[in-house]
């Protein structure tokens, strides 16, 4: 690592890098804030070896070059990185094996990169450039492989440079001047672009990346400079047509990158022309995350926001079903930020009343599918059926269109609770998959669960309370039983979130929820759901849910959606 005057941030890199390293090498190129000091202390309070050497700054080239001289010898690989850079997740520096090893790193937009930042002991690497250095070695006679994993060096610019407002100009300085004396130098034009770009001075950028597409070369950098160009020309304010084909002519340099397609569409929305805005949105959205690039990779681009132009326009343009798909798909991403999950949250309700038509349709086709003899099977569910056939109705068939692993289910229980004689007679001729039960009129609910209670003989239990309306077709079945495999000491799982009976437009944060791949997104609560939920039979008193389960170490939870409402 090279230093100069990073004593208000150097401590981070250092206690982040700490788990895994043996020694560290770290050059000095003139700090006056204390900062040779301040590592010499914090790496002997670690307890880790090391050497810290004082040298004079020429450039980012030769004095990341020398670091890394100085380094050779100490261990069997040395790891380079920035002063004010830290480490998320955990990288997994076991069974090395090659040369040179690209570490992925994500800057402070969210775009992700790979750096070669990982080097065995003694292999030759020098880098080039005034600033914004690039390492070179001879690549054909060395093995350079990616570490994958769950972990990205965070790019955070808030060093010294960053901090005293130098790092830009200086920059651009030393680029022009590098540039004047080799105007052959694809790189560093590609680099003075960016600066100028980051300064806010776009018509300059324009004019660097425009001159680094006529270079050509790396098509990565040729790519990402046309594109650049188009945003460029976008906030200069040029016409749209011109604008559009600058994208589409990055898109078609390299069509397996989505930025330019998912930039047409956010433009097309923003007008109000969403069939427009949805064509362009639905095929950025098919381009997968380009995992082998590695300049310039909007990440959250092919994570979720081509799909989120897609659902918003799909939703305009009346492709509800559509719409509320993806915005399910959307909201189970963990890295979705939570200002925007909320507004998903809300795009997918407004879908929810032609998703309810849909439903509400009586299913003569599954319901010819499903056996007419009782299975015992691994789950019971249980409705509560009157006075009303049609809110009876109306669950029933939401449920039966809904529930996509009925198949799981054995026996399907119905208490009447006061239906007239042809009304259950009906229900007996629709639906004869059914067992029915009869109790008195005036029953409370807790009444009708201790009578259902005895006749459930599985481990799962599903109870649906009177006057339910299912809208969303999910695996209710299998989510359910993996929270309550996933959790030993829950004997609850409601099925809408907080336990709604309204749409709310609202789910939980990130940093709020469990998850497992069955279960998707859940949270863990001291509530009992009264409305739609699922028992573990073996594990709770249904008696007495509401007074005692917390005393006895036993607890509820909830999906992290709303996938029903009241009918009545």
Not at 525 to 549: N, V
Request: net charge negative; hydrophobic share 40%; proline share 5%.
């Amino acid at each position: 690592m090279i230093v100069r005057n990073e004593a208000h941030i150097v401590h981070e890199v250092l206690d982040a890098v700490a788990p895994y390293i043996s020694s560290w090498v770290i050059v000095d190129t003139g700090s006056d804030d204390g900062t040779q000091d301040l590592i010499r202390r914090h790496m002997a309070g670690l307890g880790i070896p090391g050497e810290l050497h004082e040298r004079p700054w020429r450039n980012f080239g030769h004095n990341r070059t020398e670091a890394l001289d100085l380094a050779q010898g100490h261990a069997d690989y040395i790891w380079v990185i920035d002063a004010d850079d830290i480490v998320v997740g955990t990288p997994a520096f076991i069974n090395l094996s090659a040369d040179i090893y690209l570490l992925r790193c994500k800057d402070i937009n969210g775009d992700s990169y790979w750096q070669p930042w990982l080097f065995r002991n003694a292999v030759p690497v020098q880098w080039l450039g005034v600033t914004h250095e690039y390492a070179t070695w001879e690549h054909e006679s060395r093995e350079v492989a990616r570490l994958e994993g769950e972990y990205h060096i965070h790019i955070r610019n808030i060093g010294a440079r960053n901090q005293a407002g130098e790092k830009l100009p200086s920059d651009r300085d030393l680029l022009l001047a590098e540039v004047e004396r080799n105007p052959a130098d694809a790189r560093s034009v590609f680099y003075l672009a960016a600066t100028y770009y980051a300064m806010g001075d776009v018509s300059n950028a324009r004019t660097w990346y425009a001159r680094r597409v006529e270079m050509n070369g790396f098509d990565e950098e040729v790519y990402f400079a046309l594109w650049r160009v188009a945003e460029s020309m976008a906030q200069l304010g040029e016409p749209w047509a011109e604008v559009q084909d600058a994208y589409l002519r990055a898109w078609e340099f390299r069509p397996t990158r989505a930025e330019p397609l998912y930039a047409i569409a956010r433009r097309y929305r923003e007008d109000q022309r969403y069939q427009l805005g949805y064509h362009f949105a639905q095929r950025a959205a098919e381009i997968p995350l380009p995992q082998q690039e590695t300049v310039g990779v909007a990440a959250d681009v092919y994570i979720w926001r081509a799909k989120d132009e897609q659902a918003v326009c799909a939703s305009w343009i009346g492709k509800h079903p559509e719409a509320f798909t993806l915005c399910r798909q959307l909201l189970v991403r963990p890295e979705l930020p939570d200002h925007d999950r909320q507004r998903i949250a809300g795009n997918r309700d407004v879908c929810v009343p032609t998703m309810i038509e849909a439903a509400s349709r009586y299913p003569d086709t599954l319901i010819q599918s499903l056996p007419t003899t009782a299975d015992p099977g691994e789950i019971t569910i249980s409705l509560i059926a009157g006075p009303e056939l049609h809110t009876t109705e109306q669950t029933l068939n939401s449920f039966l269109h809904c529930c996509t692993d009925l198949s799981r289910a054995g026996r399907f229980l119905i208490l009447d609770t006061g239906l007239p004689t042809q009304d259950r007679t009906t229900l007996q001729q629709r639906y004869p998959f059914a067992e029915f039960l009869t109790t008195g009129s005036q029953d409370g609910p807790d009444a009708h669960l201790m009578q259902l209670r005895t006749h459930i003989n599985t481990r799962f239990w599903l109870h649906l309370p009177e006057g339910w309306q299912f809208f969303a077709p999910e695996n209710l079945l299998t989510r359910l039983t993996a929270v309550l495999n996933a959790e030993p000491h829950v004997c609850q799982v409601g099925i809408n979130y907080t336990d709604a009976t309204k749409l709310t437009g609202a789910c939980a944060t990130e940093d709020d929820v469990h998850r497992t791949p069955d279960a998707g997104r859940y949270l863990l609560t001291d509530t009992a759901a009264h409305g739609p939920a699922m028992f573990d039979t073996t594990r709770c008193d249904i008696t007495r849910l509401d007074t005692t389960h917390p005393e006895a170490g036993l607890h509820t939870a909830t999906l992290d959606e709303v996938l029903c409402i009241t009918a009545i």
